[in-house]
């Protein structure tokens, strides 16, 4: 079984070999699976989870950039402009610095667990 750190790995390996969607996609399963499993949040939505762990989140991984990833991926999986918001028209260097940032979220929310924040 893979671990969350091998999942955080592998989403940064997509993006550093040109695929940033892929990139994406695997960040958003991720976060879905550390909010889920490790600051019990549930919910019948990711957005609801977001929500629901707001008061745990560590500073880095704020519910507002959580929300900016959850977007940002959806607006690639769910290829479904009218149920969520478009892609943001970034240009390359743009969009890159913007996956840099959420693949820091990203780290900063899994390294923030509650559990393992006293270790």
């Given at each position: 079984m893979l671990s969350i750190y091998q999942n955080l790995r592998q989403a940064h390996e997509a993006f550093v070999f040109g695929t940033p969607f892929a990139a994406l996609s695997l960040m958003r399963s991720l976060m879905e699976i550390v909010l889920r499993d490790h600051y019990g949040a549930d919910g019948a939505t990711l957005a609801e989870r977001i929500?629901?762990?707001?008061?745990?989140?560590?500073?880095?991984a704020s519910a507002s950039a959580l929300h900016r990833l959850r977007r940002t991926a959806n607006a690639i999986l769910h290829l479904d402009t009218k149920k969520d918001e478009p892609l943001p028209k970034?240009?390359?260097?743009?969009?890159?610095?913007?996956?840099?940032w959420l693949l820091r979220v990203l780290r900063a929310l899994i390294e923030g667990v509650p559990q393992w924040r006293s270790r």
């Open positions: 929500d629901k762990s707001r008061n745990m989140l560590p500073r880095e970034l240009e390359p260097a743009q969009m890159e610095l913007e996956i840099l």
